[in-house]
């Protein structure tokens, strides 16, 4: 094979005979899984001795060192200052100007402290999402052992060169990409890479062209564990050329996205600093035109209507509620890293998991066994020993057939795993397979400690992709000798003259064993046979017995005692939250790097809405970015899916306008989730890359957490829409007083200090009482929110309005009785300042139902948070009005009891009003809004 015959895709380095390159570049090169050993060797011209030292020199000056680039990042300063490019903020930023530019500095210097504050934890938590790239290259091994002139040697793993001979042992960590040439009972754990969760078999012989990443058992890749056996590999690629390093590379090209909430947020500032611009210039030119005031005046005038109508406290109110929904999640185990999620996750459409880990416990569970007396479903979940067996619906004990018990034993003691207890509960040291049939023993009450000392094991033939089984030679004391065999089915079939029955042995039947090996695989189980055959000397003693056990020993001959079928288990809690998910419109899509029938399985098992159909790796390869985008709505399950059909099925989905959530725990997660509006890590098991590239760590890996968090995101997106309409009323009553005011040519019933005092004091301290609502009782009953409904209905803009207009009604109608009943200008701008913070309280406790009466018992009561903000904001409303300080500052006067009861009166009269008008909509059956 030539190498232009062998391209595919870029995905290594370019050949020792090109024209030498930037280190760490790409170029098309071969697709080493298909290459045999020799055309590998011949490509790289590396030898079986290894590369001497001037060729490794030379080597590492073309293609650079086997490392990934740090990455890029932008300075302390840069990214403060980046934290104001905000339409908001640079909007509160104006009006901090504004506000200097009236001589009042405190208060202009409160404006700023709130900016300043909402940047610092932008700033932080922007620092903390740029360790991603730094945890996926401590992914990468420190060292790595290797030939080199026929010597070996461990040198740094970054130094490796492709061309280089490594060896690998169990326990190392695959240093670069490798084209095996040599193995031995090799098993590699690539759950990182693929989202497999067993280790996969590794073999030197060639690999289909299409196939996926983790059926390419004739490669090792870099960063991935080898858990058992031996082997060698040529180094094909190094560096931002490996597997790891191309997904590195992916996520280092990927922009975050801006949720839903910034976007409909910037999208409210818009068109509120639009709107203000618009009506601060009519007025202008109205009062200039109409009114003949100084320019001056006019100006400043003017200037007191945008203070009015600036939402100062909206930034503050966002981040405010956005940190009670972090704190909130966290008692759900779900942790926050940047505050916008905190909504987002209450907004998603579409949850994108992986199976492996989180779906499922990622611990391998012997489901069903089967003998030629029944076949038997064995209970119990993942490592946890305890378990029984049931038959035709039946409990069934284990002794009750002896072949069962049997076939246990054998698996055990064909096994290299160990099983122990630890605090966190039961672990398996070795391979999960292996760990799953020390669980049966257990199971089946066998005691593998007793069994290992009666029947010790003498000899091996460990398990080879090449020859697909494992033997194991074991003496008992009185002269007998047990040979058992595990290893995939029809190996294992054509190895046995006889079947093992409760009557004895008899003739093989392997048409129906083949039925019942398929029946078990299309249930998406992983299929193991269990044959043994007994041998003796005779009660002497056993100084005939073999010592050696060679392949010519298990050819034939063998007794089947049956199959044996496992699977990595959902979690129980996660069926429960994918039927929540669903109930609240929320659909769940399995994405794994499994098989599709095991993936269908587990589906089927969770509860997804269509497993039927499944699109796996190769196939998604063949559908244009259109058609992607067409299908993906409607299937449920992908399975052999690659890092770049994760993130290709990511952006189909957002392509069709659905907001989405990725979980996954592995490093070809990574991209996906960097990529999706609310990435969602797996905290225990995920890699330290999932979990630094994730919005979300979920601190259990459970994926019922997740259903817990959409709960209080919705949540905290229906508290922050009644902070929003709670506060954007009392700006339009100040900004219509003021228009009013100029317009008309009257005096301005509040100066443009006292309405930021009412702006920055009184109604933050009431908004924030709305953070702390509780859920509404439908709030996992609705479907999600449109991805384009904007933050404010139709609905909530007449509410807005009408209040508005009570507000600026109360306002003007206190002011001017206080100046009938002969109070000076001072005491009548303070009953005002005091009338429109009244109907602040008033409209608080009507605003906490949108909807529904307030005038209920547990309207009135409110909660504790609501009640501590009224006695909050009352005490400094009594401080506004009788302090003598505070006569200085903004030029109040106190008030008699005469004057403040007509103030409670009003609203009152501000809520019945707003009741009244919630009554008349659900007559006329207005509901949404």
């Known amino acids: 094979m030539t190498l232009d015959q062998s391209r595919e895709q870029p995905r290594g380095q370019p050949d020792p005979g090109a024209l030498p390159c930037e280190p760490g570049s790409v170029a098309d090169v071969p697709a080493w899984h298909v290459l045999t050993v020799a055309d590998t060797r011949s490509l790289l011209a590396a030898r079986p001795e290894g590369l001497t030292a001037t060729e490794v020199r030379e080597r590492q000056l073309r293609y650079g060192p086997n490392s990934l680039p740090p990455p890029r990042t932008r300075g302390p300063l840069l990214r403060f200052l980046s934290q104001f490019n905000n339409l908001l903020i640079q909007v509160l930023l104006c009006a901090a100007t504004v506000t200097a530019a009236l001589g009042h500095l405190t208060d202009a210097a409160v404006i700023l402290a709130v900016c300043i504050l909402n940047a610092l934890v932008g700033f932080i938590q922007e620092g903390k999402a740029e360790q991603a790239l730094g945890a996926i290259r401590h992914m990468l091994s420190a060292s790595a052992t290797v030939l080199r002139g026929g010597r070996r040697t461990a040198v740094p793993a970054e130094e490796l060169v492709p061309g280089d001979l490594v060896l690998l042992e169990a326990g190392d960590k695959v240093p670069a990409d490798l084209r095996l040439v040599w193995t031995r009972n090799l098993h590699i754990q690539e759950a990182a890479l693929t989202g497999e969760s067993v280790p996969v078999a590794k073999g030197t012989e060639p690999a289909p062209a299409d196939a996926p990443l983790g059926d390419r058992s004739s490669m090792a890749y870099s960063g991935t564990l080898v858990t058992h056996g031996q082997g060698r590999g040529i180094a094909v690629a190094t560096g931002t050329a490996s597997e790891i390093g191309r997904i590195s590379g992916m996520m280092a090209r990927l922009e975050v996205l801006e949720t839903p909430l910034l976007r409909q947020m910037a999208g409210l500032a818009r068109r509120i600093t639009a709107f203000i611009l618009a009506v601060a210039a009519l007025v202008f030119v109205v009062g200039l035109l109409a009114r003949d005031y100084e320019t001056a005046e006019l100006f400043m005038a003017v200037v007191s209507l945008a203070v009015a109508a600036i939402p100062e406290g909206l930034p503050a109110i966002l981040t405010i509620t956005l940190a009670i929904g972090v704190q909130r999640m966290a008692r759900c185990n779900a942790i926050i890293r940047r505050l916008p999620a905190v909504e987002t996750l209450g907004s998603v459409s579409i949850i994108c998991t992986d199976k492996t880990g989180t779906l499922t416990r990622n611990e391998m569970t012997v489901r069903t066994v089967a003998t030629a007396g029944g076949a038997y479903m064995v209970g119990g979940v993942g490592y946890d020993p305890h378990g029984g067996f049931q038959c035709d619906g039946q409990e069934r004990l284990a002794d009750g057939d002896p072949v069962l018990v049997e076939l246990a034993r054998a698996g055990a003691l064909c096994n290299d795993a160990v099983l122990r207890r630890t605090d966190g509960g039961w672990q398996v040291d070795g391979d999960p397979m292996e760990g799953a049939l020390l669980v049966l023993a257990a199971k089946a009450g066998l005691d593998m400690a007793a069994e290992a000392r009666r029947l010790p094991r003498i000899d091996l033939i460990p398990f080879e992709s090449e020859h697909r089984f494992m ?429 403040g009861f007509p103030i409670l009166v009003v609203g009152a009269l501000l809520f019945a009003a707003i009741e009244g008008e919630k009554a008349v909509l659900r007559r006329l059956g207005v509901t949404r809004g």
């Open 471 to 899: 033997a194991t030679l074991h003496h008992d004391h009185d002269g007998g000798e047990l040979l058992c065999v595990k290893g995939a089915p029809e190996q294992v079939l054509a190895m046995c003259r006889a079947e093992r029955g409760l009557d004895g042995d008899r003739p093989l039947d392997p048409a129906g064993w083949q039925e019942r090996i398929e029946a078990l695989a299309s249930q998406g189980q992983r299929v193991l046979a269990m044959a043994v055959r007994q041998g003796s000397t005779g009660a002497g003693g056993g100084e005939g017995l073999r010592r050696e056990l060679r392949f010519e020993d298990v050819r034939g001959g063998l007794v089947l005692l049956g199959l044996v079928g496992m699977i990595d288990p959902p979690r129980e809690e996660a069926v429960e939250a994918v039927r929540t998910c669903r109930a609240a419109g929320i659909r769940v899509k399995m994405i794994t790097g499994d098989h599709a029938v095991t993936a269908r399985a587990i589906a089927a098992q969770l509860g997804l809405e269509n497993v039927r159909d499944a699109l796996t790796g190769p196939e998604i390869d063949r559908l244009g970015d259109e058609e992607l985008a067409r299908r993906a709505p409607d299937i449920d399950v992908f399975a052999r899916a690659s890092p770049e059909h994760k993130l290709r099925l990511v952006r189909a989905l957002q392509h069709r306008g659905f907001i989405l959530a990725m979980t996954g725990d592995g490093v070809n997660d990574a991209p996906a989730l960097k990529r999706a509006d609310v990435g969602v890590a797996m905290g225990c098991k995920g890699t330290e890359a999932a979990k630094e590239v994730a919005e979300i760590v979920l601190t259990d890996d459970n994926f019922a957490s997740i259903a817990r968090a959409v709960h209080e995101g919705r949540t905290v997106y229906d508290n922050l829409k009644k902070a929003i309409v709670f506060l954007l009323p009392i700006n339009g009553g100040e900004s219509i007083s003021v228009i009013i005011g100029i317009v008309a040519g009257l005096t301005l019933p509040i100066t443009p200090l006292q309405i930021l005092w009412i702006n920055m004091v009184s109604s933050i301290g009431l908004a924030l009482a709305l953070a702390f609502e509780p859920p509404e009782p439908d709030v996992m009953r609705r479907p999600p929110r449109p991805a384009a409904e904007p933050l404010l209905s139709g609905f909530l803009v007449w509410r807005v309005a009408f209040v508005s207009l009570l507000m600026t009604g109360g306002i003007f109608a206190m002011f001017r009785w206080s100046l009938r009943h002969g109070a000076d200008l001072e005491a009548a701008r303070t009953v005002a300042v005091n009338t429109l913070v009244a109907m602040e309280v008033f409209y608080m406790f009507s605003v906490r139902y949108l909807r529904a009466p307030s005038l209920t018992l547990r309207g009135v009561l409110g909660t504790g948070p609501v009640l501590g903000a009224v006695g909050v904001v009352v005490g400094l409303q009594l401080f506004f009005t009788y302090a003598p300080v505070m006569a200085g500052l903004f030029g109040t006067r106190p008030l008699t009891l005469a004057q």
